[in-house]
């Protein structure tokens, strides 16, 4: 078992929105390799590559040899682009929906399975703009976990 929490988290997340997505939204693990298709949910990365997209902080729960206790968050994009569409209400309202199904599965499962104690959406942010393809918005969103690390 790995020490950090992380890889599992993510592999998780990334099983989760691809679980819950139509099939028309491409999911992808970290920065995609080529283009982003124009529905999409990205795991694990900021939208700038040199950046973090997740920053762990580490604590002793109590004076023992037990596991740390790991907290930290995921940042994620979602987005929408429906073409010539010129509807920011439209494309605004179909990339959350991608947030919201991934929000409403940490709901039901907020351990991923039992690899965490908790998971859950916990900031949202909103950029939309008008671009010469059309309307277009983009969510980031954080996914806030707690967890023990797997330290025996």
């Known amino acids: 078992m790995a020490y950090s929490t992380i890889p599992a ?3 998780a997340l990334v099983s989760t929105a691809r679980g819950v997505l139509p099939e028309s939204v491409s999911v992808y693990d970290g920065q995609p390799d080529r283009d982003p298709s124009d529905e999409c949910v990205v795991i694990g990365f900021t939208g700038n590559p040199l950046e973090a997209a997740v920053e762990d902080t580490r604590t002793v729960e109590e004076i023992t040899r037990e596991r740390d206790r790991e907290r930290y968050e995921v940042t ?3 987005s929408s ?3 010539q569409e010129t509807d920011l ?3 605004r309202l179909r990339a959350f929906s991608f947030v919201d199904a991934v929000a409403a599965a940490l709901a039901q499962d907020q351990t991923l399975g039992g690899v965490c104690m908790r998971a859950r959406v916990s900031v949202v942010g909103l950029a939309q703009m008008q671009t010469n393809r059309g309307a277009e918005a983009t969510i980031m969103f954080t996914v806030a976990v707690d967890a023990f690390t797997g330290r025996s």
């Open 9 to 11: 988290v993510l592999a």
């Open 76 to 78: 994620n994009l979602a």
């Open 81 to 83: 682009w429906l073409g």
């Open 89 to 91: 209400q439209a494309v």
